[in-house]
């Protein structure tokens, strides 16, 4: 049950140079795969491009293929009221039940606004957002 | 299996001997070349002073800057007309250095090449791929001789077109491999990729540069042969001089052609059997450029263990170049140490570059290497761990700090030929 909210992150190691992302957005596209939203992290020298996208099997392979280093990291979409509070009610969920965000983007689609999530506990915050009837994107969305 | 047993497990005392012998030979053969006549006059020695074998202590080193400065021809001890083929060096520092062979020169060399590939149990029954620079560098043509004289079926690949050399093993049967270890390393790459497990290959012989015995393994794994060291140098005719038995504890240094020591490079002393320090050679048996305690800049140590072979004196493994060890902060760093800590390390691949900097009068080491697929968990906090177990790793066997740069995959330079992972932009100011 849990399962079927948890959503595949690809995470993409990269360099800090111009022209990586292009590179990066360039295979999506050739390789007709939306991406959703995303963000990037990052570090001393290389950052990781994190990225939800309508197939991420075949974002990953065509990445891989093009000697990417990829791996697939698991989070939640949560949808958020777009209006004052929206992210407030979300975190106190979250923060009432002892679960830790690690890293976190948000999106604003047509219908909703989106705040994807990386959690430690991350069935935990399935059930505990269920439980308060917060709304979670379904893992069917990406194939 | 032996190509020739007399001479490869020749007695202690009958060695002696015929060592001393030749010796005086190549020193009468050296006096026909004027910088040795001069040489010889400077440090007021005469050949009727070498009377044993250790008389050769008294005679001054050759440096390679000599025979740079003698180029092209000045260092022949023949006329042109007996000299039948001309071999240049890579020339990575300075002018290249011309090498010439006799025709008897060409035959010591394959016979030596040939006792090589024998004592690894190479046969006539074996294929050959020989994929090294057919040009001036000296492991082409010196391989091919010597495979062809035991009666290998030879294939000349030279280098370069690497999806062509993985389909000729494949589809030739080739058993057997000599290049480069980067370059193996590349084919090793290569071959992956095109889902080729290379069934055929058995054996694989490595050599011009130094590789470690983590890479030993690893190409052991990944292209499936048994790797065995090469170890040569043109001023000694190329590849040849010295060679792993199966014992692979030690590469056994063709005694009756080549007369070795180990000296400290700083003050050019002889060192005690044992200790580790730069391979100096005095060749037995070159017509055509006779050299007399020439500094190959090579650091290894003579072993004083014998070998179940049956065959003589080994040298260990050469740790690097004496010439090539560069001193960052005063410290001492051979790039096959550093490469020996990064393949110990499934987290990164086995490419990697080393950049010297001076940053307000200190020298700082970066090393850029590559991500291997094993290493990307997804997570930017793995990746900064990583960054510090590597630095760390280094740290530990170099008591030095480094700056690591983790780098995409396939992103650096790969070689085919001499790997270049070193790049000192510390300049002269």
Known sequence: MEKSYIVKQISIFSENRPGRLAAIAGALRDAGINIFAFSIAEADGFGVVRALVDRPEDAYQTLTELGFRVSFTDVIGVKMRDEPGGLSEIASILGDAGINIEYAYAYSGKDAAVLILRVDLVEDAVRQILARGGELLKASLSR | ?429
Request: hydrophobic share 35%; net charge negative; charged share 25%.
């Open chain 2, 1 to 429: 299996m032996f190509w020739n047993r007399e001479m490869e497990t020749i007695r202690p005392d009958e060695l002696a001997d015929l060592q001393l012998k030749r010796l005086k030979w190549s020193l009468a053969q050296a006096q026909k070349v004027g910088l040795y006549q001069r040489k010889l006059k400077d440090a007021s020695v005469s050949p009727d002073d070498i009377r044993t074998l250790d008389d050769v202590e008294k005679l001054p080193f050759t440096y390679k800057k000599e025979l740079q400065a003698g180029y092209p021809f000045g260092l022949f001890a023949v006329p042109l007309k007996e000299i039948v083929r001309i071999h240049t060096t890579s020339g990575t520092t300075g002018k290249p250095t011309v090498v010439g062979y006799t025709r008897q020169d060409l035959d010591n060399w394959s016979e030596l090449i040939a006792r090589n590939m024998m004592m690894i149990g190479l046969s006539e029954d074996d294929v050959f791929q020989n994929a090294v620079n057919y040009g001036l560098f000296t492991g082409g043509l010196g391989f091919h001789y010597g495979a062809e004289k035991i009666g290998m079926t030879v294939i000349p690949s030279a280098t370069g077109n690497t999806r062509r050399q993985i389909e000729m093993i494949e589809d030739f049967g080739v058993t057997a491999i000599h290049c480069t270890p980067s370059y193996a390393l590349h084919l090793a790459e290569v071959a992956e990729s095109m889902g080729k497990t290379l069934d055929t290959l058995k054996t694989g012989i490595f050599g011009a540069e130094p590789w470690s015995e983590s890479m030993r393994a690893e190409l052991e794994r990944r292209l499936g042969v048994k790797a065995y060291d090469s170890y040569g140098l043109s001023e000694m005719y190329g590849p040849g001089v010295a060679f792993e038995c199966p014992e692979r504890d030690g590469l056994h240094i063709w005694h009756d052609s080549y007369l070795v020591e180990i000296i400290d490079p700083e003050s050019g002393e002889r060192l005690a059997p044992g200790e580790r320090g730069e391979l100096v050679i005095t060749p037995l048996v070159k017509n055509a450029l006779p050299l007399v305690r020439y500094r190959t800049g090579d650091v290894t140590r003579l072993m004083d263990d014998g070998c179940v072979c049956g065959r003589g004196q080994k040298i260990e493994r050469i740790t690097g170049r004496s010439d090539d060890m560069l001193v960052i902060r005063g410290i001492n760093v051979f790039p096959s140490q550093i490469e020996h800590v990064l393949r110990a390390l499934p987290e990164v691949g086995g490419q990697f570059i080393v950049y010297i900097d001076r940053v307000k009068h200190l020298d700082e080491m970066t090393i850029e290497v590559e991500m291997s697929r094993a290493g990307f968990s997804g997570e930017l906090q793995d990746l900064a761990r990583m960054q510090k177990k590597i630095s760390g790793e280094l740290h530990n066997t170099l008591g030095l700090r480094t700056a690591v740069k983790l780098v995409e995959p396939g992103t650096l330079p790969r070689f085919e030929g001499k790997a270049k992972r070193v790049i000192d932009r510390r300049g002269a100011i």
